[in-house]
């Protein structure tokens, strides 16, 4: 059973940086067909932020290019998301998930939350103007 921990949420000012830490467990890096950040605000939908598949493409949400960064250390079992140029409306809370059993891209994998057999607890980013 795959086990995900985030870690690095907070409370900035707008125009600080933030990284966010998936810590997981229960599986090989081979097995992590897709890693990738979701995120919630307060009377949202959950919405894809960025996502990582097993050949190392990325992809971004809209919203999230130029200012966010994922990276993954297969060494450190870490899913890393890092915030730049905070802005109020990044304020929500961060899940990572991973997708262990059919591969699919990067682009697939963002946009079906539905289908990740394995969530994180969240980690809350709150950003202040």
């Known amino acids: 059973e795959v086990r995900l921990v985030e870690s690095g949420g907070g409370s900035v000012q707008a125009g600080g940086s933030l990284t966010l830490s998936c810590l997981y467990s229960?599986?090989?890096?081979?097995?992590?067909?897709?890693l990738g950040w979701f995120r919630q605000a307060p009377g949202k939908q959950r919405e894809g932020v960025a996502g990582?598949?097993?050949?190392?493409?990325?992809k971004y949400a809209d919203f999230a290019k130029g200012r966010y960064t994922i990276s993954r250390d297969n060494a450190k079992n870490n899913l890393y998301l890092q915030i730049n140029n905070l802005k109020p409306e990044d304020t929500a809370m961060y899940y990572c998930?991973?997708?262990?059993?059919?591969?699919?891209?990067?682009?697939?994998?963002?946009?079906?939350?539905?289908?990740?057999?394995?969530w994180g607890q969240g980690t809350q980013v709150t950003v202040s103007s």
């Open positions: 229960g599986a090989t890096s081979r097995m992590l067909y897709f």
């Open positions: 990582i598949d097993s050949d190392g493409d990325t």
């Open positions: 998930a991973v997708e262990t059993r059919a591969r699919m891209t990067a682009h697939q994998g963002l946009a079906t939350p539905d289908f990740m057999d394995a």
